[in-house]
């Protein structure tokens, strides 16, 4: 089955029904996947979990644009393996068109706390941030007189709801990352999350993933490796941290063969 019959085959969730599973308070793990390993995925657990639709789509367009100091200190604390980090950004969601400023901190237990405020609709979903935005942003995390506006990732994104567990998960493909006049995109990679109230290792979607456990690292492994480090390293040679050397090295070659 292709991608799309195995998406059509899912029973669909609005954003009304999501409720705890929203989860703005939970634990993340990230997975580096191929692209057309979805639809076994999906086929592999379509009984366990439910398909977010809005407005009649199941696939939609997001567009971030990260924020971090001129020092990279959101960067910095990723890389350096800080426990206690966070990252901060303007999010498009194209289902809606609605746009939020959200700031996403990691705790020392690993649990991600996310926080947001809705951005106006009267302007570009990317300008710049307004003075009750900024106080908000520099309230959180000191940002004041420091902060410049640095790369921008656009991306599909599927979510699946479970049916039993507290658990989401989103798996975005098509990424493509900007800065300036450059960009770099991960071709045929795509990036899963799964979100969980308590890290649950016999989820569904994590036996499915099990399939694919003879990959070559990174692909199917839990990674570090979110979309703003990735986009960063990928569009800034010159940014080369001992952490992420290898992965980026084989997530390079990777875009290459597949």
């Known amino acids: ?55 009649g789509k199941r696939v939609t367009n997001y567009s971030n644009h990260f924020i971090d100091t001129v020092g990279l200190e959101s960067f910095n604390q990723h890389v350096r393996g800080r426990k206690a980090r966070f990252k901060a950004r303007i999010r498009n969601y194209g289902s809606n068109g609605l746009s939020f400023l959200e700031i996403k901190r990691k ?43 640095r790369l921008n990732s656009t991306f599909n994104r599927l979510t699946l709801v479970s049916t039993a567990l507290n658990e989401r998960i989103t798996i975005d493909t098509d990424l493509t990352f900007y800065q300036g006049n450059e960009s ?46 990735v986009g960063t390293l990928l569009l800034n040679r010159n940014l080369e941290p001992r952490s992420y050397r290898s992965a980026m090295k084989r997530i390079k070659l990777l875009k290459q063969e597949i």
């Open 1 to 55: 089955m292709t991608l799309q019959e195995n998406i059509d085959e899912l029973s669909p969730i609005g954003l009304h029904e999501i409720g705890d599973a929203d989860l703005m308070s939970r634990l993340d793990q990230k997975y580096l996947i191929r692209k057309d390993w979805i639809p076994e995925l999906l086929n592999r657990c379509k009984n366990d979990y439910q398909i977010l639709e809005v407005k």
């Open 184 to 229: 770099e995109g991960l071709g045929a990679l795509a990036i899963m999350e799964v979100k969980q109230e308590r890290i649950n290792r016999f989820s569904p979607i994590l036996r499915a993933l099990r399939a694919f456990r003879f990959s070559t690292p990174p692909l199917g492994r839990k990674t570090s490796l979110s979309k703003y480090i």
């Open 107 to 149: 705790t020392v237990h690993g649990r991600t706390l996310k926080e947001r405020i809705p951005r106006s609709t009267e302007s570009a979903w990317n300008a710049p941030l307004n003075e009750e935005e900024q106080h908000f942003l520099n309230e959180h995390y000191g940002y004041e007189g420091g902060q410049m506006l």
